[in-house]
């Protein structure tokens, strides 16, 4: 299974966003969803996920500016940015939460990151 996440790029103060990420393969199910962040010489942090039954959960930090949504027919997951802010500039990953059918383990897949600069 991979993830290829798509829509970062170079944005003013105040601007918006749209990133999106979509799996690719067979045989699989994913159960969370969410989006990850990583500034230079920061850990990475998560910034929103969403559970297969759309409850969603955000880092107080992007709560009322961002949010998370997915198409579960097309394995995508969507990550609608408003507002944006200097301190939102960093490498975005998608990440997913995948089962291989019923007694499978979880197992976590990341997608290549995209960038995200906002100037002030």
């Known amino acids: 299974v991979q993830l290829q996440a798509s829509g970062g790029g170079l944005v003013q103060a105040g601007g918006s966003l749209r990133l999106s990420c979509a799996a690719s393969?067979?045989?699989?199910?994913?159960?969370?969803m969410g989006w990850y962040r990583q500034a230079p010489g920061d850990q990475r942090e998560l910034v929103a996920t969403?559970?297969?039954?759309?409850?969603?959960n955000y880092a107080d930090s992007v709560k009322g500016r961002f949010t998370i949504s997915r198409d579960n027919a097309k394995n995508t997951v969507h990550l609608q940015m408003n507002n944006l802010k200097p301190e939102d500039t960093a490498v975005y990953y998608c990440?997913?939460?995948?089962?291989?059918?019923?007694?499978?383990?979880?197992?976590?897949?990341w997608g290549q990151g995209t960038q995200v600069t906002v100037s002030s």
């Open positions: 990440n997913a939460a995948i089962i291989f059918g019923i007694r499978s383990p979880e197992y976590n897949r």
């Open positions: 393969g067979t045989g699989f199910t994913i159960n969370r």
């Open positions: 969403i559970s297969s039954g759309d409850i969603t």
